[in-house]
């Protein structure tokens, strides 16, 4: 054996190799329609999107080069970053909420003080099983102006009815309180599930020297807690850059010829390339948006990743 | 960080602990009853837009827009119904509904079974790389593949049937990688070597041996699937133009721009939508809210 030549060890791992991976071709068999089905319907479409949008195409005359004139385009599209605008908006004013009511239910459910578990589990978890345009046509009549439950409700506490819908200023809010009611208990199972995770003589130990639950939330829920937390939260900034079925529903639904509502308040950037590109049939400048929403994804998770990501507790 | 945090959210979804962690007192009698006066608070807004659902789909407009609004069933379920069958195919949509989401759910259990096995049971060159490959797609925005997709769907001539809502996701990187996790724990590699030994051919190990060890992970996957293709709206919107083979929440989108329909009539609609899946939730939220836990990835 020692006294075999570099190129003869060469060959014979390029052999061995080869054996291992003859041995194990129904491996490779089996992973395969992965690679297969997301070569044509993940990688592909990646790169398309790219070439398209440095064309002009409606998607059926031939495509026309010019380059990165779609993207210079956009940078000063007031409309487009109306769009953005709303959809960063949405995701503050429905994210921040969702989570924080979900961590502080999740802790107390978790709590072994608490009876009745399974039910609320189940209770709060109700809204994400249901479809999510099914959701909008109910509330769309809860959130009517002059008969809807909603403004019944708040007319005992003395307030005007609430134009929900149909006005620019409460038309976000309301796409917001939907996404809260759907979302927050789905996040609250994930934190509990997180919270199960932690092991129990932490919280004795702590109980020993005489914390209060307030410390016990802040010293050792929370710092154990946050990776599952952080990897909410990228998952949310994901999620909520491309939301579309709330907003379109409750903006007017899919027919609508003037996306958005009212002054376009809920226009979200998913429901504006939507249109552009299959009702305006502006596939080239809409993939250019894609693109700068897909950009504007990585930078918000991956920013906010080493941001809070940074400095491990544990 | 990922991989490691995954795997505790997933045991601690597999069995929920019985015996609780926080042994700190919470608060004297008067704190509880204000904690259970709010946590019963916020399961009453979680549910009451199904209650509302139900009691709306049995009142006419003119009934719905009185003050006070309708709290109680009313007398008109089935003049909606009949409205609700002119308007749109409603039946034809809940069947096409079933039919995809269960033929979609039973090629993604076994594609997505098969790879995770070949990537838990096997150790083949190339297999952390393309692993890793696979969790990073996982990363990737769907945004920037819908416009191109839509267009590769018509080269292909498959816009309009149910090709596209069905076949680009059989084998999923988030299916893989979940029933890879599962396998790895729950299938003893010496189980699958035994039956090496005696002759057994690679997939009926796979098929007579891990199939029916991993049963409950295919049923979370499962129930995860099926909703998910259930609810699914814009792709399935963009792809189907002819009524007839629309799913349901495209037919109820377009409940929504007819103008001057009855309320009552597109709430039934919603109910139609809703209630299969919250019916299956409530007679299984168990193991449904384990399934999304370990969904969490997604």
Partial sequence: MATLTVDQRRARDRANTWKEIKSNRWAYLFISPFYLLYAVFGMFPLLYGLWLSLHVWDGISPMRWIGIENYAKLLVDDIWWQAIGNTIWLFAAATTPQLALALVLAFIINSSYIRGKEFFRAAYFMPIVASAVAVSLIFTSLFGQRYGMINFGLSFFGIEPINWLNSRQWLKPSIALVTIWQWTGYTMIIFLAGLQSINPELYEAARVDGATTKDVFRHITLPLLRPVILFQVVLAIIGAMQVFDIPVMLAGGTQSSAPGGTGRAGLVSMVLIYWTAFKYTQFGYASAMAFILFVLIVIFSLGYNSWQGGNPTD | ?298
């Fill in chain 2, 1 to 298: 960080m990922t991989t490691t945090q995954l795997e505790t959210t997933q045991r601690a979804a597999a069995k929920p602990r019985k015996a609780n962690n926080q042994r700190d007192r919470l608060a004297g009698p008067v704190v509880m009853a204000l904690i259970y006066g709010f946590l019963g608070f916020l399961a009453l807004l979680a549910a009451f837009p199904f209650y509302y659902m139900l009691v709306t789909s049995t009142h006419r407009t003119a009934e719905i827009l009185s003050i006070p609004p309708p709290m109680w069933f009313g007398p008109s379920l089935m003049v909606n119904y009949q409205d609700l069958i002119a308007a749109l195919p409603f039946w034809n949509a809940l069947i096409n509904s079933i039919a995809i989401s269960t033929l979609f759910t039973v090629l993604v259990l076994f594609f997505c079974s098969l790879g995770g096995y070949g990537f838990a049971k096997y150790r083949f060159p190339g297999r952390e790389g393309l692993f890793a490959f696979l969790l990073a797609t996982l990363m990737v925005p769907g945004v920037i593949g819908l416009i191109p997709s839509f267009v590769i769907m018509n080269w292909l001539n498959w816009l309009d049937t149910w090709n596209p809502l069905i076949i680009p996701g059989i084998a999923n990187a988030f299916g893989i990688f979940w029933m890879r996790q599962y396998i790895d724990s729950a299938v003893p590699g010496d189980m699958v070597d035994a039956a090496r030994i005696d002759g057994a051919h690679e997939f009926r190990i796979y098929w007579n041996i891990v199939i029916p060890v991993i049963t409950p992970a295919l049923a979370a996957l499962a129930i995860l699937t099926f909703m998910g293709k259930w609810n699914d709206f814009q792709w399935p919107l963009l792809i189907l133009k002819d009524e007839a083979k629309y799913t349901l929440p495209v037919a109820l989108s377009t409940l929504r721009s007819l103008r001057g329909s009855e309320i009552g009539v597109q709430i039934l609609g919603a109910t139609g939508a809703i209630m299969p899946i919250l019916i299956v939730f409530l007679a299984a939220s168990r193991q449904f809210i384990s399934g999304i836990t370990v969904g969490s990835m997604k």
